[in-house]
C-alpha cells in the first residue's frame, strides 16, 4: 500500500543542505531568530540546552538528534546562567570553520554538528504543517549515521555530490519522523498515520488519488460509521478528511503541471476530476490562477536552465 509519509517528503524535495560544527564552553548561550528553512543537528560529545520556541525546554546529550522541519526561534546554552548572543541566520555568512561559543580555550563542553536544508516544493507551506514542529530522538544510532554521511558528503567535491545529498536528507528526514513517538505527535500526519484505521484511509487516498472519494466510501473502507471516521480523522490529522483530500490533489496537480508534459484533461483524470473544465475552476479557486497559467509560470525557470545547458 501506498506510504504517505514518503509521498509527502518526495513532494518536499528537500535539497541544497549547508552544514556546520557548533562546540561551546563555559559560560555561553546563542538565541537563533526564526529561520523558516528545516533545521538538525547531532550532539556528537556532551551535553547543552535547547529551547525551542513553542515547544518544551530539553537537554541535549551525547547521541541525541533534533530536527525542526521549519525552524523557529530558538536558545541553546550551556548550564550555567549566560546573557544569549543573537545570531539572525538569514543575515550570518556561512561558517567554514566550526563555530564555538563561550570560553575559546580548552576542551568544549558539548560539539554538535547541524546545518539546514530547503524543501524547493513551493507547496511546503501546505505541507510542512503537517509534520511535528520539533522531533527529538534519543539513542538511534542510524540518524546518528546519516548526519555523519551528510556531513562528509558536504565536505566533500566528489561527482554527483548534491544529488547524493538530496538523497541523504530525504532519507534522514523519513528516519527522523518514523522513529519519533508517535503517542506524542502533535496534531498532523504523524498522529494519523499512528492511527491504525486513519492511517489505513490516508494510504487509500494517497494510493488512488484519482478515485472519486467520498467520506462515506473511505468511512466503509474502514470500517467506522460516516460520522466517527469524520470525527476521528480530523481530530488526528488536524482538518477534515475531503479538506486534506484537496489539498493533496492539489499540491499532486501542481507537480504534474510543473514536471510533466501532460495535457489539462490527463491531469484532471490523474487527480479526480472528471473534465479539465471542472478541474480548472477547482485548481483556480485553491491556488489563486488557472493550471495552465501555473504551468507556464512554472516551466519557464526549467526551460531556462535547459537552453542555458545546451548553449554551453
Given at each position: 500500500m501506498t506510504d504517505p509519509l514518503a509521498q509527502i517528503v518526495a513532494l518536499l524535495r528537500p535539497r541544497s543542505v549547508?552544514?556546520?560544527?557548533?562546540?561551546?564552553?563555559?559560560?555561553?548561550?546563542?538565541?537563533?531568530?526564526?529561520?523558516?528553512?528545516?533545521?538538525?543537528?547531532?550532539?556528537?560529545?556532551?551535553?547543552c540546552r535547547l529551547a525551542v520556541d513553542g515547544e518544551e525546554p530539553v537537554t541535549l546529550e551525547c547521541g541525541d538528534f533534533v530536527l525542526l522541519p521549519a525552524t523557529p526561534a530558538f536558545t541553546m546554552s550551556g548550564f550555567e546562567p549566560a546573557t544569549p548572543v543573537r545570531v539572525d541566520p538569514k543575515t550570518m555568512p556561512a561558517p567554514e570553520e566550526e563555530v564555538r561559543h563561550g570560553r575559546a580555550e580548552g576542551p568544549p563542553d558539548?560539539?554538535?554538528?547541524?546545518?539546514?536544508?530547503?524543501?524547493?516544493?513551493?507547496?511546503?507551506?501546505?505541507?510542512?504543517?503537517?509534520?511535528?514542529?520539533?522531533?527529538?530522538?534519543?539513542?538511534?544510532?542510524?540518524?546518528?549515521?546519516?548526519?555523519?554521511?551528510?556531513?562528509?558528503?558536504?565536505a566533500s567535491d566528489n561527482p554527483g555530490r548534491d544529488l547524493v545529498l538530496g538523497r541523504l536528507v530525504e532519507i534522514m528526514l523519513i528516519e527522523a519522523l518514523r522513529t519519533a513517538r508517535p503517542d506524542g505527535a502533535p496534531v498532523g500526519l504523524l498522529r494519523g498515520l499512528a492511527d491504525m484505521r486513519i492511517s489505513t484511509a490516508l494510504k487509500l487516498m494517497h494510493g488512488d488519488v484519482g478515485r472519486s472519494w467520498t467520506v462515506a466510501?473511505?468511512?466503509?473502507?474502514?470500517?467506522?460509521?460516516?460520522?466517527?471516521f469524520f470525527d476521528r480523522f480530523s481530530r488526528a490529522v488536524g482538518q477534515p478528511p475531503m479538506e486534506y483530500l484537496l489539498a493533496w490533489r492539489m499540491a499532486v496537480a501542481k507537480d504534474l503541471l510543473r514536471s510533466q508534459d501532460l495535457a489539462l484533461d490527463e491531469v484532471a483524470r490523474r487527480v479526480g476530476y472528471g473534465s479539465a473544465s471542472t478541474f480548472s475552476i477547482a485548481f483556480s479557486r485553491h491556488v489563486g490562477q488557472p493550471p495552465g497559467r501555473y504551468a507556464r509560470k512554472a516551466r519557464r525557470p526549467r526551460d531556462r536552465r535547459h537552453a542555458a545547458f545546451a548553449g554551453a
Open positions: 549547508f552544514s556546520k560544527g557548533i562546540s561551546g564552553a563555559g559560560r555561553w548561550a546563542v538565541r537563533y531568530a526564526a529561520f523558516g528553512q528545516p533545521g538538525f543537528c547531532v550532539v556528537m560529545t556532551g551535553r558539548v560539539r554538535l554538528f547541524g546545518g539546514y536544508f530547503v524543501f524547493e516544493s513551493p507547496d511546503a507551506a501546505l505541507l510542512v504543517p503537517l509534520l511535528p514542529g520539533m522531533i527529538h530522538v534519543r539513542g538511534i544510532e542510524r540518524l546518528a549515521l546519516l548526519v555523519r554521511l551528510v556531513s562528509e558528503e558536504a466510501g473511505l468511512a466503509a473502507a474502514i470500517g467506522m460509521s460516516r460520522s466517527a
